[in-house]
C-alpha cells in the first residue's frame, strides 16, 4: 500500500509507541477514550484525502502525539500562510536558524534551557528594541528539536522576520548574529560562526517553519546507514538531501519497530517527552499583532485546534460504542481513517464489521 494510502494508519502505529515511552503523558488515552454521553464519529475530506474521529478525548500535544500534531501543523501552516501573503507587498520574509553547540553527553533539558535563555538575551534590551524598530515588522519563532550519534540533541529555532523593505539584510543579519553569540555565552553555552543562518525565502517557508517532525517520509533505515560518517552529520536529517539527524518521531518509529537498540530509542524518546512538556512550538512578536493585522481573529490553543470544526470534512459514520471498542482491539483506527479519506464508505464499513466480529469470537474463545 503506497504512503498516502496508510498516512493515517502509520500516524496511529506511531501513536501506539508513544503511549508506551510517554507513560505520564495525556497520550495514553488520545483518541481512544470517547466523550461522555456521546458517540464517536468519522469526518472526511476527499478533496484532502483526510479523515478524523470526534467525540473522541484527545490529548492536543504537538510533541507527543502524531494524530494531534497532525491536525495542530497543518492549522498553523494555514495561519503563517495567510500573514506572509498579507505582509509579503510591505516586508521581505527572511528566515534565520539559531543554534548553539552541543555534546553527546549534554541533556536535552541544559541544551533547551541555555537555547531558550539566549533567545530571551538577545531580544532584551534597548539594543534589540532599537533594531526591532528600524528593521522588523515583527516574527514568528518555531522551536525544533533532533537527535544525532555524535553530538546529541540538537534543539534549534527557525525564525522568520518580517523585515522593512529599505532595510539593509547583510548589516542586520551581521547584528543578530553578533548579539546572538554573544546572548549564548552569557546564557553559559558555546557558539560559533555556525551558530546562525540566514535565507531569503517564500511563502513555502510556512511548511518549513511548522513542521512537527514528521515531514514527507524519508527512509529511516537509509538515513542510519549513514550514521558512521561524522562528517556528514550537518544539519535536522528531516531536510530533504541531508542526512544524520533524527526527529523524535523517526525515534519513535525505531522504537516501535523493535530491535537490538529499542532500549536506547526508548530511553531517548523518554527524556524527549520529560523536557518538552509546556514548550511552545509556535511563537509570535507581540508588537504589532501582525496575526491580527492579518486577519486571523483569535490565536487557538493547541488543544482547541484539534476539536475544530475544519472546512470541507463531512459526516461519514456515527459508530456505536459496542464497535468503537472492537476497532481499538483490533488496532483499525488509522486503516478505518485512510478509507474514509478516500470516501470509500463500503469498505469503511465493511472494516468496521470485520473488527467487530473478529472481537466478538475473541470474548466468546476467552469465555470458554
Known amino acids: 500500500m ?13 501513536q501506539s509507541g508513544a503511549r508506551e515511552v510517554f ?7 488520545c483518541c481512544r477514550v470517547t466523550v461522555p ?7 472526511g475530506n476527499v478533496e484532502d484525502k483526510r479523515a478524523k474521529y470526534r467525540n473522541v478525548i ?6 507527543h502525539c502524531p494524530v494531534c500534531a497532525n491536525n495542530i501543523t497543518a492549522h498553523r501552516r494555514s495561519e503563517i500562510e495567510q500573514v506572509i501573503s498579507v505582509f509579503r507587498e510591505v516586508t521581505l520574509p527572511v528566515m534565520v536558524s ?52 555524535s553530538n546529541g540533541w540538537h ?7 518580517f523585515v522593512n523593505p529599505e532595510v539593509c539584510l547583510t548589516k542586520m543579519y551581521a547584528q543578530i548574529k553578533d548579539r546572538w553569540m554573544q546572548s549564548v555565552v552569557v546564557s553559559g553555552g558555546s557558539s560559533n560562526e555556525h551558530a546562525t543562518r540566514m535565507t531569503t525565502t517564500d511563502a513555502s517557508v510556512a511548511g518549513y517553519i511548522a513542521k512537527w517532525g514528521h515531514e514527507p517520509r524519508q527512509d529511516v533505515l537509509a538515513r542510519l546507514s549513514h550514521w558512521g560518517h561524522a562528517a556528514e552529520m550537518v544539519r535536522g536529517g528531516i531536510k530533504r538531501g541531508k542526512r544524520g539527524h533524527l526527529t523524535p518521531f523517526d525515534m519513535l518509529e525505531l522504537y516501535v519497530m523493535g530491535g537490538d537498540h ?9 527524556e524527549y517527552g520529560k523536557t518538552m512538556v509546556g514548550q511552545r512550538q509556535i ?40 464497535d468503537w471498542s472492537a476497532i481499538l482491539w483490533a488496532g483499525c483506527q488509522g486503516v478505518i481513517l485512510d478509507v474514509a479519506a478516500r470516501g470509500d464508505e463500503g469498505m469503511m464499513r465493511g472494516i468496521i464489521e470485520d473488527c467487530k466480529a473478529e472481537h466478538l469470537k475473541s470474548i466468546a474463545k476467552s469465555c470458554k
Not at 503506497?2 to 506511531?14: G, N, V
Not at 454521553?37 to 469526518?43: A, C, D, P, T
Not at 541533556?107 to 533547551?112: A, E, G, P, V, Y
Request: proline fraction near 3%; include cysteine.
Open 2 to 14: 503506497s504512503d498516502e494510502k496508510r498516512f493515517h494508519a502509520r500516524l496511529f502505529w506511531l
Open 98 to 149: 539559531f543554534t548553539l553547540r552541543h555534546k553527546r553527553e549534554d541533556s536535552l533539558m541544559f541544551t533547551l534551557d541555555t537555547l531558550t535563555k539566549s533567545w530571551r538575551t538577545m531580544t532584551s534590551g534597548k539594543a534589540w528594541t532599537k533594531l526591532s524598530s528600524d528593521c522588523l515588522r515583527g516574527y514568528v519563532k518555531s522551536l525544533e528539536v533532533t537527535f544525532g550519534i
Open 262 to 270: 529499542q532500549p536506547m530509542w526508548a530511553a531517548l524518546c523518554a
Open 37 to 43: 454521553l456521546r458517540k464517536v464519529e468519522i469526518w
Open 283 to 322: 511563537a509570535w512578536s507581540r508588537s504589532p499583532n501582525m496575526r491580527q493585522e492579518a486577519g486571523i481573529k483569535k490565536e487557538l490553543e493547541d488543544s482547541d485546534v484539534v476539536e475544530g470544526t475544519d472546512a470541507g470534512y463531512y459526516l461519514l459514520a456515527t459508530i456505536e460504542p459496542d
Open 155 to 161: 534543539p534549534h529555532y527557525h525564525v522568520l522576520f
Open 23 to 29: 507513560e505520564t503523558h495525556r497520550v495514553r488515552v
Open 58 to 63: 484527545r490529548c492536543g500535544s504537538v510533541w
